[in-house]
């Protein structure tokens, strides 16, 4: 018995010690974890409780010159609602409230509301769709509903945000105006001005701390190392909405009634080169025509008669020729080395002045100019050209342009004809807006100027960031004598009854300019054409120059530049002119509702900046105009569509408020 006693206390001695051993080892690990290990096991607890969130900042505005909206960047919103959070009592006692809201806000059947909510309750539907692509003003309301007002664990409203980049003009200017697209492998794919100016606009990104807290939400904490965002500047361009529809109708009805393959033109003013207006529709498989690919910047191809101008001055400053003198065009046929130079008119023009040699656009003509004065010596006439700045790129804001290619008597490919064929055209390669660029310096006195798409970069009623102000790329093309002799010249082609474009000839101002009908796959049996026309207007005094370019129009229909690109500039520069499209000003001095009546007898939108969001809405919603608001509150200090504008042709207009 004595010997079973001692042989239990042994054990319980034992297990004791083990126990009292493995106690020890425990509140050591827990010594050594806390103090030890304290730090990695916290930022453990952290990482999965503690998170840094990106904030994304606003993308800035593109703007018009008249301050019109071009791009922005517009919310919309989803709400879904949680109906198991809701009391039956309190749903049965708002139900037809919300219901009818709902309707009114959403433009959507009462009933199909009601056994919509009534079946979510009913089904314990957690995400119930209340609306989606809702704008800020429809979310608003219906945030203000019964039990949609309450918070989110007593109302069970859920609010989700998507950010989207909108064009308040469509498809029109699409191209210059650009996007940026997320590709594959994480990069952008960036054009226009949304591209070139991709870094600015953007702005920069901030973050905050959130903790989370009770059903997987989280909350945000205060942290004196959280940063916010910073809005991306605005980008102001020398753009006019009107200028750009009036241009995009004209060329989009010339090129359908002549079936092209693509079209573009630009407008520019002649004193600063800023960029009115630039269309670039291109036809997609089904013949139907959009912003495909910006032809103007990055499309250089032979330009035919519209670089005889520059061949025409390069002999004149070598005086070589003078106006007046007589160029024998024989029967309208030249060979040289095999190949045959043409003209248009069968039979030629015989013996015709330099002067009438560019009227008429003769390619015999032009061709006897040049060749027979600088065959011994083609490095003198492509230094001249050269001289000129029309072998260099323009330089431009937005990515994308096309090299100018004028050959070299050194260079490997030159022949026996790269001489001749240069002068009436071929052989050489120019963009729409390098040649309009080059017509523009002759419009301003012979001071070539960079054409330019931006104004300024800043914020709306802010210092500017940055100003683009006129750069002259070359100040003086020639001299001014012969400035003046091609300025003739160029009006003669519109003036003149043999001239090119008498066509387009207009009784109230006078037009100057040049046509151009390029063969394309001249070499083949395949010969297709490029139409264009090229100037400028006034002539006296000229404020705008303008090019127009048709690609492979149906030669069936029509291919010559005086009949198929002509008569576009022709359109664009008289509704110019005249001032049809200037803005129209209109005097408001309130807009409530009671005053809508006055306002809109005008037929045209006011402008309403400076006005309370509150007044306005009222106002564009009795017109049956959609209306897209950015930001909560406040004054409008922009609006995507110009004052002036004729109210039935607006959908839809969106509003900056702050």
């Not at 040699?357 to 083609?378: A, H, L, Q, R, W």
């Not at 390669?429 to 330019?452: C, R």
């Not at 306002?599 to 919603?621: A, K, Q, R, W």
């Not at 930001?631 to 004052?643: L, T, W």
Request: with cysteine; hydrophobic share 35%; proline share 3%.
């Amino acid at each position: 018995m004595k010997l079973s006693t001692k042989i239990i206390s042994y054990r319980l001695y034992f297990v004791s010690s083990f126990l009292l051993l493995f106690a020890f080892a425990v509140a050591l690990k827990l010594v050594y974890i806390q103090i030890i290990d304290g730090d990695k096991y916290k930022k453990i607890g952290d990482k999965r409780t503690l998170k840094n969130v990106v904030l994304k900042p606003i993308r800035g505005n593109i703007y018009s010159d008249d301050q019109s909206i071009l791009a922005t960047t517009v919310v919309k919103y989803q709400l879904n609602w949680d109906s198991k959070v809701v009391s039956e009592i309190l749903f049965n006692k708002h139900k037809k409230e919300i219901a009818m809201g709902m309707s009114q806000i959403l433009n959507k059947n009462y009933f199909d509301i009601l056994r919509g909510i009534e079946e979510a309750k009913l089904l314990e539907n957690r995400y119930f769709l209340i609306g989606k692509n809702l704008n800020y003003r429809q979310q608003s309301l219906l945030k203000k509903l019964p039990i949609f007002n309450l918070k989110a664990n007593r109302g069970g409203l859920i609010t989700k945000q998507k950010i989207s980049r909108e064009r308040p003009l469509g498809r029109i200017a699409e191209r210059t105006i650009g996007y940026e697209k997320p590709t594959k492998n994480g990069t952008y794919y960036r054009v226009g001005l949304e591209g070139a100016f991709a870094s600015i606009l953007e702005g920069k990104e901030g973050f905050r701390l959130k903790r989370k807290i009770a059903n997987g939400q989280w909350k945000a904490i205060r942290n004196t190392n959280e940063k916010e965002p910073t809005e991306g500047y605005d980008i102001h361009t020398t753009l006019n909405t009107n200028f750009q529809d009036l241009a995009h109708n004209a060329l989009l009805k010339q090129i359908e009634k002549y079936e092209a393959e693509f079209g573009t033109v630009i407008l520019m003013e002649v004193e600063t080169g800023a960029i009115k207006a630039i269309v670039n529709l291109g036809k997609t498989d089904k013949g139907f025509y959009y912003e495909k690919l910006n032809y103007a910047v990055g499309f250089a191809q032979e330009p035919g008669s519209t670089f005889k101008l520059m061949s025409m001055i390069a002999a004149l400053e070598d005086n070589y020729i003078n106006p007046n003198d007589i160029i024998d065009t024989g029967n309208g046929e030249r060979s040289i080395y095999g190949k045959k130079v043409r003209d248009s008119k069968k039979g030629g023009y015989g013996l015709i002045s330099a002067s009438k040699v560019f009227e008429v656009s003769s390619n015999t003509g032009i061709v006897n100019i040049v060749y027979d004065n600088y065959k011994d010596d083609p490095k003198k006439f492509v230094n001249r050209l050269y001289n000129m700045g029309i072998h260099k790129p323009l330089g431009l804001s937005i990515k994308g342009e096309a090299s100018p290619k004028i050959p070299y008597p050194t260079d490997t490919d030159w022949s026996g004809i790269s001489l001749p064929w240069m002068a009436w055209g071929y052989g050489v390669a120019l963009t729409p807006l390098q040649i309009l660029a080059f017509y523009n310096a002759v419009a301003n006195d012979g001071v070539m100027i960079k054409p330019n798409f931006i104004e300024q970069i800043g914020k709306m009623g802010s210092k500017p960031h940055k100003k683009f102000n006129k750069e002259i790329l070359n100040p003086s093309i020639c001299s001014k004598k012969t400035i003046k002799i091609v300025q003739d010249m160029l009006a003669n082609v519109v003036e003149k009854k043999w001239g090119t474009a008498n066509n387009i000839k207009n009784s109230s101002f006078k037009i100057s300019g040049k046509t151009g009908t390029s063969q394309i796959n001249y070499n083949t049996d395949s010969i297709e054409y490029n139409s264009s026309f090229v100037g400028y207007f006034p002539s006296d005094k000229p404020k705008y120059s303008c090019i127009v370019l048709i690609n492979k129009p149906n030669k069936e229909i029509g291919y010559y530049g005086s009949t198929v690109a002509a008569p576009v500039f022709k359109e664009i520069a008289e509704r110019v002119y005249d001032g049809v499209l200037s803005e129209k000003s209109v005097s408001i001095t309130n807009l409530k509702i009671n005053r809508v009546n006055k306002i809109t007898n005008n037929n045209e939108l006011p402008s309403l900046i400076g006005y309370d969001l509150m007044d306005v809405l009222p106002f564009l919603e009795k017109l049956g105009i959609k209306v897209e608001v950015i930001g909560s509150k406040g004054k409008v200090k922009s609006q995507s569509i110009s004052s002036g504008t004729f109210l039935n042709k607006i959908d839809k207009i969106i509003l900056q408020v702050s």
